[in-house]
């Protein structure tokens, strides 16, 4: 912490509420449903800033990079050739009963064969310094608005902690959005696809679209003729789209050949996709890599495709399919945490130190009876990261979202969404589940 | 093998205009090892621009986009193919193995797998047969009980179904069996709509058989589409804007 500079802290934190109010008049919102209510929140910004130094983000993004890029090469091979089934690698039951695998996308290549433009990868940084990768979201990440926002209010608020300390600038985020997208674009416009304002992320949409030259559209305003995908103007006319950056999941894509009940989505979306006359960033089907599941698997992936040794770590994960690892999670349930490979956002985690002696022996018949349905991880010790509450220092979890964006190259953007919780007892940090944000200066030296 | 002449039309009738209508048609036979297309020809009415793609499963697809008013969409398939049930199809996909949404069994048809497996061994013919034998005597051939949407768990506590019914429910069973086995949409003779049958994989080709009927598919069969379950190989699905409340469809089919 003696790196960043003690004025900053004078500015900034004198400055906090300040921030968090232009935040608030700026519309920094999330949304989310709690008992079929939805609710828009403030996401609480907190103004002491994660500093990665340079040294250390050198090794974060060697490692990023390596991963995204083999998870790439899985996605190009499960929907192909599946070499590292027929290899034995991964047993044949975790990829088709993954929820995330669709068949209905084998055989498809998307342009340039890139499956995951956009990354977000967890990580924490554990009490040694070591970083560990928690999980991997390559179907719709949010969260790189955040910090782009909050630095720009906090620019304004101390201009003097980035004049007087090396600070990557990380303004170029929506370049490299553009860049991405432009390298997946089959020919027209770019667009970006929202549910609309009572999703949890529209105010990100919103943000990017503006940032990244796109149109922001909902699914009623586009069509497919001739298996091309059209964006349907005002004037009555129509604008080819190129490339689409859907912030909506795989099933709602296309009524034709998904989820035939839904209403929303473009009818015959996915032939015009499979003809390759539009890009669309994330490839469907790439839940199939960031399933819970698949995870274990990643290091092992790594090796296969890659040739290489895994940069960085997985945290210490055991598979109760496998017998060994069975036997382990049962023997030491109680100080592990087990994970759902069917919920997100935080939701289905449990520190199984959270549990009676009861609760225990219920969910080890749960798991006997659905070996396949969760992972167990050891509980990482990880760096607690100052924070203010109410004008006082306290230490709280906190774990790092890098944006990791694969173009012609993947590159890692110097930032990053740093999560905290604002539970001191709490090691789960989801936006959904009341936590706050940060911003994440990459030192330049 | 045999040389059959098919013909397959639709016609779909709106109780008022419809708009900006998407759809996505299945019908048009796919050139295999079992069935060699000499000619189809497929008309559809309003006329409207089309585009052909091969989907996940092999199959077929023709998109279109009717942007005026209308009150109807007729579409027609007739052709002439050469059927040679004594070749094989190879086109596996390991997909085939796993439950899917329509053959997902409940407690009741777990149940009717494991009182009938003891009497189903043998090859994967013999226990594919058996099934189908055990699955004729419990379920009753009779329409009206159910519809497109049924699931086999369904149809199988309902105790009737047509040959969507029996091909679900005979692809739930082999699945459990651990034998992969996909759906067929096609065309029979002796039936006047789309029939539907089932293929299991022996582990190095798929073998047809049709459950509805209880017998193993020969020369008189011609394949529109297949997939996991009828999700995958509908003859026509749509998304359509308008004020209709109704669809009237009328089906026929001919294959001599």
Redo the contacts between chains.
Sequence with gaps: MELTNKEYYMHAVGNADEINELLRRYGVKFGIYKNGVFNEQFFPFDPIPRVITAEDFNGIEKGLVQRVNALNEFLFDIYHG?KI?RDGIIP?DF???SKG?L??????TPKNKVYSHISGIDLVQAKDGEWYILEDNLRIPSGASYPLIARELTRIAAPQAFSENSIVDNRGYAELLKETMEYSNCGGIRAILTPGRYNAAYFEHSYLAEHTGSVLVQSDEL?????ILYHRTYSGGKTRIGVLYRRISDEYLD???FC?ESLIGI??LM?AY??GNVGIVNAPGNGVADDKGIYYFVPKMIKYYLGEEPILKNAPTYLPFYEEDMKYVMDNLDRLVIKDVAEAGGYGVVFGSDLTKEKLEQFRRTITAEPRRFIAQEVIDFLDLPILDNGETVMRKADLRAFVLTGEKTKVWASGLTRFSRNPDSFVVNSSQGGGFKDTWVLSR | MKRVSFYYSTKLTFDDYVHNHSFALRIIPPDTETQKILSCDLNITPYVSVQQTVDAFGNNVTAGYLKGDHRFLDFEIKGTAEADSSKHRTDYMPCYLYQSRYTQPDDKLTAFYSGIKQGCTGTVKDRAEGFCDMLSERLIYEKGFTDTETTAEEAFSVGRGVCQDFSHILISLLRMDGIAARYIAGLAFCDGETHSWVEYWTGDHWEGIDPANNCPVNDDYIVLSQGRDFRDCAVDRGVMFGRHTKQLQLVRSVLT
């Design positions: 599946k089934v044949e990829i088709y009963i695998y068949a209905e996308c084998e055989g498809v069509f497919v003729e001739d298996n009524p034709l050949t035939h009818p015959n032939e499979r003809s």
